[in-house]
């Protein structure tokens, strides 16, 4: 595992899950990832803010959704200098600004951007906290993957917006493209529609857990197959948001 004190600009940082049934993902989570679960009040009523723990450290989050009809999802949180700034940024690349730049009390300032492929993501400026305290480990956020209807526009969007750099690994059935913040890889892209950052989280054997995400009313929908360096499956929680897990070799 990996503990974090800070993150350059253009890291994976957070990952969240706005949920309809904040107790039910809650149960489902704990179990599944040995979570220590906190409940932080939202303001006006709006619930709490879940914040999952692993050994002490803050490793992701959930909370009831806000909007009428939004679908239950794991979002996706890259660091930056200023999220004003970023959130500029891609509407000049051709993103839709969601969420225009908001202040989240003294903990950061955000924004929410679709990209120009319809892949939503989101950009934290850290104040009071940085995100994630513990990564890259079982029951701790390892990867984030760009589902996406539009390889090549993607590429031009993420390097205008965060500098970041796309290698094409070799091998395997369809083409896989390593994301690289500076030298170090931070996220995987592939083609395949509809566009969506994919959550990846650390597991001990994805093929004991494969097994507890049905007991724990989830659904395998990709069940474990291997990639380099380890095997993953994909799955959906019992609200229906969409995750997968990563067992192998992790970064520090």
Known sequence: MGERTSYPPG?????????????????????????????????????????????GNTVAALYPLQAEGQPPAWASYVTVESADDAAARAGELGATVVSEPFDVMDLGRMAVVQDP???????????????????????AHS?????????????????????????EMAGGDQAYWGIYNG????????????????????SESVDDDA??????????VVPPAPVPGGRILVALDPQGAMFALFAGRFDD
């Open 143 to 167: 990867l984030n993957q760009l589902n996406t209807s539009d390889p090549q526009k993607a590429q031009e969007f993420y390097d205008g917006l965060f500098g970041w750099r796309f290698e």
């Open 11 to 55: 890291t994976f940082c957070w990952s969240d899950l706005a949920t309809s049934d904040a107790d039910a993902a809650k149960r489902f989570y704990g179990e599944l990832f040995g979570w220590d679960l906190e409940d932080q009040p939202l303001p006006e009523g709006g619930g709490a803010y879940t914040v999952a723990s692993k050994d």
């Open 183 to 202: 030298d170090r890889v931070n996220g995987g892209m592939m083609e395949q529609p509809p566009s969506m950052w994919l959550v990846y989280f650390g």
């Open 117 to 139: 492929t319809g892949a939503v993501v989101c950009v934290w400026e850290p104040r009071g906290t940085i995100g994630a305290a513990l990564v890259n480990g079982p029951g």
């Open 211 to 220: 097994g507890r995400i049905g007991e724990l009313g989830g659904q395998v």
